[in-house]
């Protein structure tokens, strides 16, 4: 299966601070030998973590696509539109840079459960600690329904045709999910098959936008549409 992880490796302190969590957490997704991984680097450039390229995955530091922009501003639909492009398998994951997988076969079991459960767009892993405080919950069996997913989560390629634009706040997955619901899917995590988010719900490409990075950085309302 394939995975696609968005990151910003920044100046945080590579040892203890948010570059440990970052690191950890992607060795530990793209050496799991089920998944091929892919990454996208939207603003690690010229910068101290030269083990990002070393990776045994593909690394993008550009757009794969003429026709889409590679900015920092809007980065979080960006990496769900490369994702829905490059995947070439029925089922693909798209995840967090800050999030952790507690089984080691979290994989192979995510990807038979959405396989199995076909009224389902998008299938998360379920956050360590108890069920999800999302809105719209109901519990059932092995899955909770719910009416926004995010961290790592299994997409049914093709079952969203359109993404929303993204609006330019933080909570682009509500969005998205709002999106995969009025087209008809489920949403939901999966209770057993659980992950640990490391960095506390801010995904790399918040924490950075407030940063200077350079161009990549400056908001294009023309851009974030694409």
Known sequence: ????????CADYNEQTGRGAIIRKCLESLVQNPHLEATVFDF?????????????????????????LS???????RRRHLFAARL???????VADDDCLPEQADWAERAEEAIRQNVGYGLLALGPTGGPSTHTGQTSGGEIVNTASVGGIRLV????????????????YDMQM?????????????????????????NL????????PCGEMDRPDGSAAEN
């Open 156 to 171: 049914r390629r093709g079952a969203l045709k359109t993404f929303p634009p993204y609006g330019g706040v933080r909570g």
């Open 43 to 67: 603003g690690s450039h010229g910068r101290q973590f030269g083990w990002l390229n070393s990776l045994p995955c593909k690394v993008w530091h550009n757009s794969p696509f003429e026709d």
């Open 177 to 201: 999910c709002a999106a995969y619901r009025a087209a008809g899917w489920k949403i939901g995590f999966l209770r057993n098959i659980r992950r640990q988010h490391l960095g506390g719900g």
């Open 204 to 211: 790399s490409v918040y924490r950075e936008r407030s940063w």
């Open 1 to 8: 299966m394939e995975i696609f992880i968005a990151t910003v």
């Open 70 to 76: 590679w900015t920092l501003e809007g980065s979080e």
């Open 87 to 93: 995947a070439a398998g029925e089922i693909y994951c």
